[in-house]
């Protein structure tokens, strides 16, 4: 497997193998997003979690349970919940409190790797056997993934995921937004326009979620058209979102 160096981008990989396989290092990273999801459960905090989800959907859109985007979506909610939001007392994110009070030293490795986990929009370069080649359209790296084929899936076609380094390789988080074929030059030019109107490399992430929501509820309408139309509506949506 080719692994990603931290020269290539802000994803941290340990400096010495921890565990013997790929196998066994994705595996850890999904019991770690499991039982941290299951601590979530457990804090009986709804309220501030419906508050959290309510500001999510707002900058993205909200998709309803019986939409084919439900399961993406809570997905990405709740990873981003877990690794990404700063809670307003502590003012850190929930898997950082967790790795303070973790006493599995490779559990708390795990843990570090998803507070440096990248989420960003990437383009499929290439699909092998075990391994995706992706290249970041924000930030501009190269990213080699251990997975297993991602099927249904072309070189060029554009996703919103998450990638967490960890032990010399780098895995897929549970963020999975593959947005339609056709579409990458529409959302490059949106990213070129949110940035030069000041807006942030998660607004922009933001801002396209919301275009592939667009494509479920007017599907009459061409993805391309859908997404290449979209370019007057951003500074009221970021309004909104706050």
């Known amino acids: 497997m080719s692994a990603v160096t931290a020269s290539d981008s802000a994803i941290s990989t340990a400096r010495a193998p921890l565990l013997p396989s790929s196998l066994a290092r994705a595996a850890l990273v999904e019991e770690v997003l499991d039982s941290l999801v299951e601590e979530l459960g457990r804090e009986g ?15 993205r859109g909200r998709v309803f349970e019986d939409e084919a ?25 929930l898997v950082a409190r967790s790795m303070a009070a973790e006493a599995d030293p490779m559990r708390a490795v795990v843990m570090r790797a998803l507070i440096t986990s990248l ?9 092998r056997k075990e391994e995706v080649e992706l290249g970041d359209i924000l930030g501009g790296a190269h990213f080699s993934v251990s997975a297993e084929p991602l099927h249904g899936v072309s070189p060029g076609d554009v996703a919103e995921l998450r990638l967490i380094g960890f032990d010399h390789e780098v ?3 549970r963020t999975f937004l593959f947005h339609p074929g056709g579409t990458r030059e529409a959302i ?13 490399r998660e607004e922009v992430i933001d801002y396209c979620a919301s275009l592939r929501i667009r494509c479920e509820r007017y599907r009459h ?7 290449e139309a979209a370019t007057a509506d951003f500074p009221q949506w970021r309004i909104a979102g706050k």
């Open 188 to 200: 490059l030019a949106h990213a070129r326009r949110i940035a030069a109107e000041g807006g942030k």
């Open 171 to 173: 895995f897929f988080g």
């Open 221 to 227: 309408v061409s993805p391309i058209r859908v997404y």
């Open 45 to 59: 905090n709804e309220e501030e979690v419906a508050a959290a989800r309510g500001r999510y959907d707002r900058r």
């Open 69 to 93: 985007l439900w399961e993406e979506w809570t997905r990405a909610f709740l990873e981003w919940y877990i690794v990404e939001r700063i809670h307003p007392i502590s003012k850190r994110p």
């Open 119 to 127: 989420r960003s929009l990437f383009e499929i370069r290439a699909v």
